[in-house]
């Protein structure tokens, strides 16, 4: 059993008899009220995401799950796949396992991959990506206002604002938890 307090990002529990995993958790003291977590939960079969809250002393049982740092390779129409970093295995993901997230991987990129039962159920990119810019509108002279982004494509396909001094060919830093320009990278 494991505390509602204790719930971290990545932690599986078993709620309402399935089987979900820990996608945000935040402690909420409401003044002289009692405090309590609010948490996202994410399911690992359907894949369906709730918003619970719970009492800091509600417990909820916590399932094992293997957890593997791997690497992305490639995707396909049957899945994405990843390489295990310890035995250098070849390993199929399930399209929905990742997600949305794709956008963020190029080949290479670093992953923690949840199983459970021996398939996997999650994966957790880093918090950061560093990504090449392949389509940016160029630099306007003379445009000097404060805080003008343009929208650039990078190497993945996806679109991020970004300032107008980044141009293609560059990489910038993309946080995969919002989809933000963080930096440009030199």
Known sequence: MIKAVDLRR????????????VVDSQHVAKGNKRSLMQVKLKNLSSGTIIDERFRVSDSLEDVFVDKRQMEYSYSSAQGHFCMDSQTYEQVPIGLEVIGDGVGYLVSGTALEVHFFDGKAVLAILPNTVDLKVVE??????????????????LETGIKVQVPPFVGVGETVRVDTRSGEYVERVR
Request: net charge positive.
């Open 10 to 21: 990545g932690i599986a529990v078993r709620y309402r008899d399935d089987l979900w995993t």
């Open 136 to 153: 940016a509108p160029p630099v306007v002279k003379g445009a000097t206002a404060t805080n003008q982004n343009k929208t650039a494509t």
